[in-house]
């Protein structure tokens, strides 16, 4: 038992300027962020025993809090990956043979 809480940023802590940038940036991950913590929130009531409740509803929110934290987490990983492949360092255009021969006549 953690009676911790696990912040978002704290969950990812390399990622601590790109989560603030999605989150004014992108509707969606903000409600998941803030789902997140809020979840997180209630574990940690429930861990120190501020808000009662029965081990079946902490182990489903414990399940729902991974379940966001994953969605986050994909959502994070897919959105620097499609960053860094729209325009790779140092990569030539002509490199992509579906570009070759474009405006050559």
């Known amino acids: ?12 802590p390399d990622d601590r300027e790109r989560i603030t940038a999605l989150k004014t ?3 969606h991950f903000a409600r998941l962020a803030e789902e997140y913590n809020e979840v997180n929130r ?17 182990e ?11 969605e986050l987490a994909q959502m994070l990983a ?11 360092i140092g990569a030539d255009p002509g490199d ?4 070759r021969g474009l405006g050559q006549t």
Do not use: C, W, Y
Request: glycine share 4%.
């Open 96 to 99: 992509n043979p579906r570009l």
């Open 1 to 12: 038992m953690s009676n911790t809480p696990h912040d978002i940023t704290e969950e990812f």
């Open 78 to 88: 897919g959105e620097m990956k499609t960053q860094n492949d729209a325009h790779p």
């Open 42 to 58: 209630q574990i940690h009531r429930i861990e120190t025993r501020v808000e009662p409740a029965s081990e079946d509803v902490e």
């Open 60 to 70: 489903e929110l414990k399940r729902k809090r991974v379940r966001l934290k994953d």
């Open 25 to 27: 940036s992108n509707g």
